[in-house]
Nanobody
Framework: QVQLVESGGGLVQAGGSLRLSCVVSGGSFSTYTLAWFRQAPGKEREFVTTINRNDSTYYAASVKGRFTISRDNAKNTVYLQMNSLKPEDTAVYYC????????????????????WGQGTQVTVSS
């Protein structure tokens, strides 16, 4: 059974930085496609970024150039480095795992992912 545990959320001022971590237990981490999504109050969960097994990455336009996703296969951990944070980045952030491999397309839809973490709150004050 695959389990995901996020950490690193918190309160930060606009312009600040946070790094989220997600430890994945169970399964074969190095083969997974990993992602971060977020959900703001009253809004649907939305795609943020994804990284495939070859370390290729893809970002939503709203975070490109500010956020960086990375993975450490030795630690079964995926990270989200968030810089230049804005109040509109306030949301619960979720990590997600897909058992499928993607090389020529990017999985940005919720139902393309098989496992989810419980979420971690990020609040950016103005």
């Amino acid at each position: 059974q695959v389990q995901l545990v996020e950490s690193g959320g918190g309160l930060v001022q606009a312009g600040g930085s946070l790094r989220l971590s997600c430890v994945v237990s169970g399964g074969s981490f190095s083969t997974y496609t990993l992602a971060w999504f977020r959900q703001a109050p009253g809004k649907e969960r939305e795609f943020v970024t994804t990284i495939n097994r070859n370390d290729s990455t893809y970002y939503a336009a709203s975070v490109k150039g500010r956020f960086t996703i990375s993975r450490d296969n030795a630690k079964n951990t995926v990270y989200l480095q968030m810089n230049s944070l804005k109040p509109e980045d306030t949301a619960v952030y979720y990590c997600a795992v897909s058992r499928d491999s993607y090389y020529y397309t990017w999985p940005t839809v919720l139902n393309e992912y098989h496992y989810w973490g419980q979420g971690t709150q990020v609040t950016v004050s103005s």
